[in-house]
């Protein structure tokens, strides 16, 4: 008899030691967002910033020299709407064996009428002793060096060739 007051007089307690901790959260936190008033001036604005790539681009790892005929290239993921909050990650491997490089990249944004994207390699993938380098572009539609070395050039461009 004695062990089951016990055992309610624990439960009743953990139930209050619970509540205080619910109320100090919300005290802490709040408990409810308050939700904006409809109207014009809360919508939600799309920015360019927040709108996909601008500008038609391909990525094209040469190796060896810029322009080699011995080379892998994609195009770059653009929505074929402007589209809110795009985001994209793609990735292209290509090189030699024991040369080959992995380069991903994704849209972050624009700056100065200009899409940015991060690029990263890691090379050679197939050995134990690669690097990665990052680099950040500002692409406005003509041809960049991301990166270069003495065996490879990669670069981004316009696929139209423009």
Known sequence: MIQKVVEK????????????????????????????????????????EDLGPQYAARVTCFIGEIGSRSNCSTIIAQSS??????????????????RVSDIEWNFIGHKDNRDLYNFK????????????????????????IIFQDEYQVIVIDDPDGK
């Open 9 to 48: 007089q624990e439960r009743n307690m953990m139930r209050k030691i619970c509540a205080l901790l619910v109320i100090t959260v919300c005290i802490a936190v709040g408990c409810r967002k308050e939700l904006p008033a409809p109207g014009p001036s809360n919508a939600t604005k799309t920015t360019q």
């Open 81 to 98: 709407q402007k589209v809110a909050n795009f985001e994209v990650t793609q990735k292209l491997s290509c090189g030699h064996p024991d």
């Open 121 to 144: 390699r890691t090379f050679p993938i197939d050995t134990n002793e690669y690097t990665t380098a990052l680099n950040l572009i500002s692409f406005d539609g003509n041809q960049a």
